[in-house]
């Protein structure tokens, strides 16, 4: 599908996952699409966010399995630098041309600069070079352009140059002595990976009373408990109320709410994210550019009164996660392409985001959760009943591991005996959560659930416990 000098039928500013996949579906719907992008095609996820964390991740998880069998044994401490080596070739070096290649065999237009709304569906470019370039949409703009880090108001925390994901996912070398702010996904994942690789003395600053607040608690307690386990000093309703970094090169101190003084070589910021709409022209479209962009069932932007802005992935604020900007944008691609071809009918509407994405945190124990939680269902007046089991007595967990410690808990819809929730906390057990998400999305009935028997011996088990705990 080629284009018409600068004008296209959908213009795309951003190409993270988001931004790549809604210019995609437009394409595979017959339109043509451009794709800006102002540093890496494939955004923070591919480099700074999701891969590189996992990849961190992976051997850090591998060796606490392997620790947990007899006859079984790690020859040392993990190889910090070849892991931050296979870090960097799945990163692809920071290299951006197979995604690029990818965006252009869609076939879409990339176009490397800073894009900027200029008035109803124009966007101007800012390439590299400084030139700007007028691109003009025929139907749609759809904003991708993420999320960046949030630095807290601390005295003396931006001058001591914090490190976020972006320095952490891709550092070179790893500090002996970090401080972590923040004790969510970031935060956890990113101090237990590194303080495996070689930051052994890891200290996590939490504000609150629990790690992963927005999970069920258990969560949060058996990861602190692991993580605890494993020499991270894990220091709950604690806060830095000073930071100061002398030299360019020298430690770092952060000073503590309790009057306790820590010097470490990094500190890691951890604090959540803000939507991506600075300098973005938003006000040349009356759309409110002071938090993330508010949009309808189809991710058109609600500000936006004839329709043709569009906002996918972390910029909406639905949902801060991979695969559900990628979900917003097949919903977003497939309605532009409806609109533009004047189909019949509704198109596709997002029934995901709201009842409760699937999320796995990939830490030693891995944290895996979709729907509500047992406090937000009550929250909601729906009818619950909760069902929990301890892992450890599955049969496949003796398998899996000595000392298996994890736990699962679901959340029952009463009058409809359906799930609503579901969370799973334990090592090896992330893939089982997909079952629950279908369980929770096609709201197969229990009665029905009963009937798909799990394999023994493997940990899909833990849904007969709960089904027969339940009473079935
Ligand atoms: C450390 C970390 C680990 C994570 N791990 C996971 C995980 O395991 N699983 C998961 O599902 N989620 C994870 N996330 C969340 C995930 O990274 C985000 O939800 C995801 O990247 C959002 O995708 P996006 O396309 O909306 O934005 P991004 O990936 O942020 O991409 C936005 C793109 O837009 C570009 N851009 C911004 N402004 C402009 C502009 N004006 N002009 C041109 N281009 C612009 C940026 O350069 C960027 O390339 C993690 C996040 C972090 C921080
Ligand atoms: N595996 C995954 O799915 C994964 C991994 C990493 C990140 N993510 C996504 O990225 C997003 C951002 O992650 P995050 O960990 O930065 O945010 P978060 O919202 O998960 O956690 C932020 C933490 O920082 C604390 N905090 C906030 N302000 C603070 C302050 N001023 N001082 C001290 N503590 C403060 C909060 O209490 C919370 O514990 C998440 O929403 C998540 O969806 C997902």
Redesign the pocket.
Known sequence: MGDDGDAFDVIV???????EIAAARAVRGGLTAAV?????AG???AYY??IP??ALLRPVDLAAEVRGLPGLELRGPIDAAAVLARRDEVVSHLDDSGQVRWIEDRPATFVR????LAGPLRVEVTGPDGDVRTLQARHAVVV????DPLVPGVPGLREARPWT?REA?VAEQVPKRLVVIGGG??GC??AQALHALGALETTMLVRGGRLLSRFEPFAGELLADSLRRDGVDVRFGRSAVRVERAFLDGPVTAHLDDGVQIEADEVMVATGRRA?VVD?GLETVGVPADGPIEVDATMRATAVPDGWLYA????NGLN????M?KYQSRLCGDAIVARARDLPGEPARDTADHAGAPQVI?TDPQVCAVGLTESQAREAGLPVRVVEDDLATVSAARLQADDYRGRVKIIVDEERRVLLGATIVGPAVLDHLHAATIAVTAEVPLDRLWHAVPVFPTMSEFWLHLLEAYGL
């Open positions: 500013i951003g190409a993270g996952p988001a931004g800006v992008e102002e540093r890496l955004g923070e996820c966010a999701c964390s996992k600069g800073r894009g900027r991708a352009t993420g999320s994901n996912t996904a970031v994942e990113m991506a973005l996918v992935g972390d910029v801060l996660l991979t695969h900007g990939f």
